[in-house]
């Protein structure tokens, strides 16, 4: 199964609450990122796992943060959810190898009420 | 800073049309260059990647020539179909960088029969 899974496909959070995002692949791929995409804008890296180690983005670094227990799952969580946070989230995984292109999951679209 | 710009939001063409997207990058370091597409519900999936090594890509009738000297990675096909129809994105990775994605903002393609 060469797939990167997104759960869930469609997530409706109230302002204030948290969200959970779940991802998951099963290649055994070292490096796994998330990404958030906005309507006209270009898909944003937020942050991505190489094996253990999390890198976040210097501008979203309180906005998001995430976890990774094994190699196979990666999940990112939003303590409190503002109305600027509806948009899909893509999660992506690849090899640590360059010019691998990373392998893209279907997203979730997360809204915010 | 590195970045990749894509002029067109929206093209609309008839079947057997030529295709051509813009894409033109900025980076100081050494460049992978991709064109992913999403269709409709679906995540962005690789359509095809050129290295520095090898200055042009193709995959189901598209093509995409790397140039050096300005900077473009225009993406092509001769005859366009309706099941081409979705958003196709620009995109790079740089040596060393853990294959992290650089997105252009996407252009919508829309094919009519």
């Known amino acids: 199964d060469t797939t990167v899974k997104q759960n869930p496909r469609y997530k409706l959070a109230r302002v204030g609450k948290p969200v959970n995002l779940i991802c998951s692949q099963t290649?055994?791929?070292?490096?796994m990122y998330w990404y958030q995409k906005k309507p006209n804008q270009a898909p944003k890296l937020l942050l991505f796992y190489y094996d253990k180690i999390l890198n976040r983005e210097a501008d979203t670094f309180e906005k998001f943060q995430s976890s990774r227990p094994n190699n196979s799952f990666c999940s990112l969580y939003i303590g409190s959810a503002g109305l600027e946070y509806s948009a899909m989230y893509l999660c992506a995984s690849s090899l640590r190898v360059d010019n691998q292109a990373p392998l893209f999951g279907e997203g979730t679209r997360l809204s915010v009420l | 800073g590195d970045s990749v710009i894509q002029m067109q939001g929206q093209v609309t063409l008839s079947e057997n049309d030529f295709l051509f997207i813009n894409c033109t990058y900025s980076?100081?370091?050494?460049?992978?260059l991709f064109w992913y597409v999403q269709y409709s519900g679906e995540g962005p999936q690789l359509l095809l990647q050129?290295?520095?090594?090898?200055n042009k890509g193709s995959s189901r009738g598209f093509e995409a020539t790397y140039d050096k000297g300005t900077t473009s990675f225009h993406l092509q096909k001769t005859s366009v179909q309706e099941i081409d129809s979705a958003v196709y994105y620009c995109a790079m990775t740089l040596m060393s960088n853990y294959n992290v994605l650089y997105f252009g903002s996407g252009t919508k393609l829309t094919v009519e029969p």
């Open positions: 050129v290295t520095t090594a090898n």
């Open positions: 290649m055994n791929h070292d490096t």
């Open positions: 980076t100081t370091g050494y460049p992978t």
